[in-house]
C-alpha cells in the first residue's frame, strides 16, 4: 500500500526516527554519534530506530554503544514489525535521518526510506554523497542534503527540531513532491518506456 495513502497519526515531540537494516555496513555508530551530539542541544530529544540486522550482535552491538555514551534513555529500539506496521510507526517522527555511508555500492541506489518519509510528510536529513538522496531532497525542498559529517547531521536535525513551522512545511513540500513524482503508478510508467525503448 503506498504510504501517500496513510494518514499520519500524533506526533511524538522531538523525536528522530531512523528506518532500516542495522547491518555492520550500514555504519549506525555514525547515527549513535549524531544522537549524542543533539542531545547535548536539546535534551527532550529522543531517536527511534527500526530494523534489524543479519546478525544478533548487530542489535546488540549498537544497544551496548548506546549505553556507552548514556543515551540508554534517548534512543529507543523498536525492532523488526511487519511492513503494514511501519507507516503508522514512523508516522509519528518529527524528523527523518538517512545517513548511508557513501561506500561505491550505496552512491548509486535509491533510498526507500526516503520515499517513505517524504510520503508520510516528514522532514528529512540525509547525506548528499548518495546521488539520488540528493537529487530527491534538492528538487522537493522537503528536508536538508549534507555532508557525511556527524556534526552536518546534528546540526540539521536541531534546526528541524527547533523551527517546528519551517520543519512542517518542508514536509509537505515533500510529500507534494512525491506524489507527483515518486508514485508506484509513476514509477512504473517510467520503467515500462525505458524497456519498451530497450526493445
Not at 62 to 83: H, Q, T
Not at 166 to 192: C, H, P, V
Request: hydrophobic share 35%; glycine share 6%.
Amino acid at each position: 500500500k503506498s504510504f501517500l495513502k496513510f494518514t499520519p497519526t500524533l506526533k511524538i515531540s522531538n523525536s528522530i526516527f531512523y528506518h532500516g537494516s542495522l547491518n555492520e555496513n550500514r555504519n549506525l555508530s555514525f547515527l549513535i554519534n549524531v544522537m549524542k551530539k543533539v542531545s547535548l542541544e536539546n535534551q527532550k530529544a529522543k531517536l527511534y530506530i527500526l530494523g534489524w540486522g543479519e546478525k544478533d550482535e548487530d542489535l546488540e552491538n549498537l544497544k551496548a554503544y548506546s549505553n556507552e555514551l548514556g543515551l540508554s534513555d534517548r534512543i529507543f529500539f523498536i525492532g523488526k514489525v511487519p511492513f503494514s506496521k511501519v507507516a503508522s510507526i514512523i508516522s509519528r517522527a518529527e524528523v527523518g535521518i538517512i545517513p548511508t555511508p557513501p561506500k561505491e555500492f550505496f552512491k548509486i541506489s535509491t533510498s526507500t526510506k526516503m520515499i517513505e518519509y517524504m510520503s508520510l510528510g516528514i522532514p528529512v536529513v540525509a547525506n548528499s554523497e548518495i546521488n539520488d538522496q540528493k537529487k530527491l531532497i534538492e528538487q522537493s525542498k522537503g528536508g536538508f542534503s549534507v555532508r557525511y559529517v556527524e556534526e552536518d547531521f546534528s546540526d540539521k536535525i536541531l534546526f528541524l527540531l527547533h523551527n517546528k513551522q519551517k520543519s512542517k512545511q518542508m514536509g509537505e513540500k515533500g510529500r507534494d513532491w512525491i506524489s507527483k513524482n515518486r508514485t508506484f503508478e509513476k514509477s512504473a510508467s517510467l520503467l515500462r518506456d525505458c524497456y519498451a525503448e530497450i526493445i
